[in-house]
C-alpha cells in the first residue's frame, strides 16, 4: 500500500519561499501511468488544487498559482517537491501531497506571517 508523507517548515515569512517535499513509499513515482498531487486547503476553504507530476515527469500547474510555482521530483529518492514563491498570508493552509486523489499524505500546515 502506498504511503505519502509531507515535510518541510511550518512557518514561512511573506514574500519567502515555500518548499514542501513528499516522500513515497510503497510505490514509485516513476509507476505507469499514476500522477503525483500537490493540493492545499487554506483555512475555512475548500480544496484547492496545486500541480501534478506524471509518472513520465510531465508536469501541469493551476493557471491561478503557475507563476509562482514549480514542481520537481528525485526519483533515486522517490520524492517530488514543491516550491511557492512569493507567498503571502493567503497561502496558509494545510497542504497535502497525493497519488490520484485517492493515497494521501497526512498534510503539513504550512503558516505564512513575519
Known amino acids: 500500500q502506498v504511503q505519502l508523507q509531507e515535510s518541510g517548515p511550518g512557518l514561512v515569512k511573506p514574500s519567502q519561499t515555500l518548499s514542501l517535499t513528499c516522500t513515497v513509499s510503497?510505490?514509485?513515482?516513476?509507476?505507469?501511468?499514476?500522477?503525483w498531487h500537490w493540493i492545499r486547503q487554506p483555512p475555512g476553504k475548500g480544496l484547492e488544487w496545486i500541480g501534478r507530476?506524471?509518472?513520465?515527469?510531465?508536469?501541469y500547474y493551476s493557471p491561478s498559482l503557475k507563476s509562482r510555482t514549480s514542481i520537481s521530483r528525485d526519483t533515486s529518492k522517490n520524492q517530488f517537491t514543491l516550491q511557492l514563491n512569493s507567498v503571502t498570508p493567503e497561502d496558509t493552509a494545510v497542504y497535502y501531497c497525493?497519488?490520484?486523489?485517492?493515497?494521501w499524505g497526512q498534510g503539513t500546515q504550512v503558516t505564512v506571517s513575519s
Open positions: 497525493t497519488r490520484q486523489w485517492e493515497s
Open positions: 510503497g510505490g514509485s513515482i516513476t509507476d505507469n501511468y499514476y500522477y
Open positions: 507530476i506524471a509518472y513520465d515527469g510531465r508536469i
